[in-house]
């Protein structure tokens, strides 16, 4: 598994989940992988398919998507293909001959495929080991992108005669998502590998401006060198903000699903090739993206749910390098998502759960806790929170209120308790109200029955939150548990602060530096790369991520063997791609 790994994709280790996954796959279990965006699901695939040998199904629902995996698993020196409409007569007719005579080991389709009988009959002769369902929230009609030909295209695949495996992996699904994708799939519980939906490197926040446009100009302006998408809710703002960026110099584009089709793909192009630093868009754009150096994300108007959100904002930074995600909004985008909800024509069902992911939605905007622990929560509510301590809350100091006295008096509250309880009933009993409950459990006799009994209830769940938030408290199934961690609480080792529960914002501007790398190398660096990028026609980051560039950077290779060594260089790209980076690094060299 490690030697394929390292092989083709030049990794020496898995990230968490990757090895799970596979192992899965290679024991003939279907399994539902959730890994966060940036997180490597491709290779959950890849590696199992290239070991298990016969063609790899991959349905993805966005061809952009398609052509971009294909050509990054053609720079690696894999037999890779899709099919779908873009793709004229002839071409479609080799790509079938290829697949017929065996010699793909990799096949992108998308579900509509299926409807072509000839294609399934097609299929029926192949050998297939293996297929992925990939971006498979879009199985699911509660998930935020469900796609009706996704979920019928299932049956079909089942219907095929070869005794394959079947690999489901998403980003961003709820757990009510997951359960549904498993149920489609025949994913037994136990099958479901997800990993935290930490994105460590993204620094969110969340800026309740009405100077929208002069903060993106500025923005954008201090970051001149770094590769953004600003998202806004209609093609006109997309149009506008353009027009503006324009009118500074800023080496942009637009997208929105106003364009042709042929606008449409120079623009994602060049924003792909690093031809125009900026791509301003609607939520048409992104799927299909595949750049991993994106350095921000500026939402410039609230999207009606997190898991869109999240999403959109999870383009950012997906080689792992510090990037930064900013939702500007104002209280005129939640009515326009309410207008939406209430004039659509679904049925009242969904209607409210629409209602109710908005509602979370809206939250997000006015928390004072952490962001990232907010987002986590969100999708995993049982999973241990702690704060990022970079996020435009985190990082306002504006939690001016020393709580240690309150906290020290839920924590043991909490633990006096005969058994675990859920929010509210610890939120009672600290207030000493006495209901039947209380009474049969004996807890209106605890020393701490009603020794908050001056706080309302709202001030004590916000205190409750900032304990759990913190990772003081832990939550599973609703029910709260203390963390090991309150020893050094009640130990008066620590002083817990919380906001005075005023709001307040500010823009926070951070500056990436990544410590050793030489950043006048570097940037010689990526002109090699674009110039390789060019003369190949491949992607810049299919040639090599910023990640590895940085690395090149900060280690100054002098030989093939130093390279091998570093992160996504593997045998392929050391033989084809490294010696033009080796010169570049020993010229520099000699020049300092
Ligand atoms: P996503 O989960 O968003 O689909 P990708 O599969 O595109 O993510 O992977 C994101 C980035 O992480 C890619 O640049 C990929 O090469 C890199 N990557 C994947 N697996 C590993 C690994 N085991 N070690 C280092 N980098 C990895």
Same mark, same amino acid.
């Given at each position: 598994m490690e030697s394929t790994l390292s092989h083709y994709f030049g990794f020496d280790t898995f990230r968490p989940g990757q090895k799970e996954i596979i192992t899965k796959v290679m024991n003939h279990q279907n399994v539902l992988g959730v890994l966060p965006t940036g997180g490597g699901k491709s290779i959950c695939y890849q590696v199992p398919g290239l070991m298990l040998g016969g063609t790899t199904i991959v349905i993805s629902p966005l061809i952009s998507l398609m052509k971009d995996q294909v050509d990054q698993l053609k720079? /690696? %020196?894999?037999?890779?293909?899709?099919?779908?409409?873009?793709?004229?007569?002839?071409?479609? !007719?080799?790509? +079938? /001959?290829?697949? #017929?005579?065996?010699?793909? !080991?990799?096949?992108y389709v998308a &579900? +509509?495929? =299926?409807?072509? %009988?000839? =294609?399934?009959? @097609? @299929? $029926? $002769?192949i050998s297939i080991h293996l297929v992925a369902f990939d971006e498979a929230h879009c199985i699911s009609k509660w998930g935020h992108d469900f796609r009706p030909s996704y979920q019928e295209v299932?049956? #079909?695949?089942?219907?095929? &005669?070869?005794?394959?495996?079947?690999?489901?992996?998403t980003a961003t699904a709820t757990a009510e998502v $997951?359960?549904?994708?498993?149920?489609?799939?025949?994913?037994?519980?136990?099958?479901?590998i997800k990993t935290s939906t930490k994105r460590p490197n993204l620094v969110f926040q969340v800026n309740p401006t009405y100077q929208r446009q002069k903060f993106v100009l500025e923005y954008v302006t201090h970051h001149d060198k770094e590769a953004g998408i600003i998202y806004c809710s209609t093609r006109k703002q997309v149009e506008e903000l353009h027009e503006a960026l324009i009118e500074q110099d800023v080496n942009s584009t637009i997208y929105h699903a106003g364009l042709s089709n042929k606008e449409r793909e120079a623009a994602q192009n060049d924003f792909v090739y690093d031809r125009v630093r900026v791509v301003v868009a609607t939520n048409a754009f992104g799927m299909g993206i595949d750049k991993s150096n994106v350095r921000f994300v500026i939402h410039y108007n609230m999207p009606g749910d997190?898991?869109?959100?999240? !999403? +959109?904002?999870?383009?950012?930074?997906?080689?792992? @390098?510090?990037? +930064?995600?900013? @939702?500007l909004f104002s209280e005129r985008d939640i009515g326009l998502h309410q207008y939406f909800i209430s004039s659509s024509k679904a049925d009242d069902d969904y209607k409210d759960k629409m209602g109710e992911k908005l509602t979370k939605m809206m939250f997000y905007t006015k928390t004072k806790k952490c962001l990232e622990a907010t987002l986590v929560h969100y999708f995993e509510p049982n999973e241990k929170l702690t704060e990022c301590g970079q996020c435009s809350n985190c990082t306002q100091g504006n939690k001016t209120y020393d709580m240690t006295h309150e906290a020290k008096m839920i924590i043991s509250c909490i633990a006096r308790m005969n058994q675990q309880e859920n929010y509210s009933v610890i939120i009672q009993v600290l207030r000493g109200e006495e209901t039947d409950y209380i009474r049969y459990c004996d807890y209106n006799t605890l020393s701490t029955h009603g020794i908050m009994k001056n706080y309302t209830t709202s001030e004590l769940s916000h205190l409750i939150d900032e304990l759990r938030? #913190?990772?003081?408290?832990?939550?599973h199934d609703e029910i709260l548990t203390c963390d090991t961690s309150v020893k050094a609480l009640l130990n008066d080792q620590v002083s817990i602060f919380t906001t005075p529960f005023k709001p307040k914002s500010k823009e926070v501007v951070s500056i990436n530096t990544v410590e050793g790398v030489d950043r006048v190398l570097f940037d010689e660096l990526i002109q090699v790369r674009k110039r390789l990028s060019e003369d190949l026609g491949i992607a810049p980051v299919s040639i090599f991520s910023d990640y590895t560039i940085e690395e090149f950077a900060k280690r100054k290779p002098e030989s093939k063997q130093d390279m091998i060594s570093i992160d996504g260089v593997g045998s392929y790209k050391l033989k084809h791609y490294c010696p033009k980076f080796l010169d570049t690094i020993q010229t520099y060299k000699a020049k300092i």
């Amino acid at each position: 598994m490690e030697s394929t790994l390292s092989h083709y994709f030049g990794f020496d280790t898995f990230r968490p989940g990757q090895k799970e996954i596979i192992t899965k796959v290679m024991n003939h279990q279907n399994v539902l992988g959730v890994l966060p965006t940036g997180g490597g699901k491709s290779i959950c695939y890849q590696v199992p398919g290239l070991m298990l040998g016969g063609t790899t199904i991959v349905i993805s629902p966005l061809i952009s998507l398609m052509k971009d995996q294909v050509d990054q698993l053609k720079a /690696t %020196g894999i037999r890779a293909a899709y099919l779908n409409s873009s793709l004229t007569k002839k071409e479609q !007719q080799t790509i +079938e /001959t290829q697949l #017929k005579q065996g010699e793909l !080991q990799f096949l992108y389709v998308a &579900p +509509e495929r =299926f409807d072509n %009988g000839y =294609f399934v009959h @097609l @299929l $029926q $002769q192949i050998s297939i080991h293996l297929v992925a369902f990939d971006e498979a929230h879009c199985i699911s009609k509660w998930g935020h992108d469900f796609r009706p030909s996704y979920q019928e295209v299932i049956d #079909k695949v089942f219907a095929l &005669p070869q005794d394959f495996t079947v690999v489901a992996l998403t980003a961003t699904a709820t757990a009510e998502v $997951q359960r549904d994708i498993m149920a489609r799939l025949n994913i037994d519980k136990q099958d479901e590998i997800k990993t935290s939906t930490k994105r460590p490197n993204l620094v969110f926040q969340v800026n309740p401006t009405y100077q929208r446009q002069k903060f993106v100009l500025e923005y954008v302006t201090h970051h001149d060198k770094e590769a953004g998408i600003i998202y806004c809710s209609t093609r006109k703002q997309v149009e506008e903000l353009h027009e503006a960026l324009i009118e500074q110099d800023v080496n942009s584009t637009i997208y929105h699903a106003g364009l042709s089709n042929k606008e449409r793909e120079a623009a994602q192009n060049d924003f792909v090739y690093d031809r125009v630093r900026v791509v301003v868009a609607t939520n048409a754009f992104g799927m299909g993206i595949d750049k991993s150096n994106v350095r921000f994300v500026i939402h410039y108007n609230m999207p009606g749910d997190l898991e869109s959100y999240y !999403q +959109e904002a999870g383009r950012a930074g997906r080689d792992g @390098l510090k990037s +930064e995600c900013i @939702l500007l909004f104002s209280e005129r985008d939640i009515g326009l998502h309410q207008y939406f909800i209430s004039s659509s024509k679904a049925d009242d069902d969904y209607k409210d759960k629409m209602g109710e992911k908005l509602t979370k939605m809206m939250f997000y905007t006015k928390t004072k806790k952490c962001l990232e622990a907010t987002l986590v929560h969100y999708f995993e509510p049982n999973e241990k929170l702690t704060e990022c301590g970079q996020c435009s809350n985190c990082t306002q100091g504006n939690k001016t209120y020393d709580m240690t006295h309150e906290a020290k008096m839920i924590i043991s509250c909490i633990a006096r308790m005969n058994q675990q309880e859920n929010y509210s009933v610890i939120i009672q009993v600290l207030r000493g109200e006495e209901t039947d409950y209380i009474r049969y459990c004996d807890y209106n006799t605890l020393s701490t029955h009603g020794i908050m009994k001056n706080y309302t209830t709202s001030e004590l769940s916000h205190l409750i939150d900032e304990l759990r938030f #913190k990772g003081y408290l832990n939550e599973h199934d609703e029910i709260l548990t203390c963390d090991t961690s309150v020893k050094a609480l009640l130990n008066d080792q620590v002083s817990i602060f919380t906001t005075p529960f005023k709001p307040k914002s500010k823009e926070v501007v951070s500056i990436n530096t990544v410590e050793g790398v030489d950043r006048v190398l570097f940037d010689e660096l990526i002109q090699v790369r674009k110039r390789l990028s060019e003369d190949l026609g491949i992607a810049p980051v299919s040639i090599f991520s910023d990640y590895t560039i940085e690395e090149f950077a900060k280690r100054k290779p002098e030989s093939k063997q130093d390279m091998i060594s570093i992160d996504g260089v593997g045998s392929y790209k050391l033989k084809h791609y490294c010696p033009k980076f080796l010169d570049t690094i020993q010229t520099y060299k000699a020049k300092i």
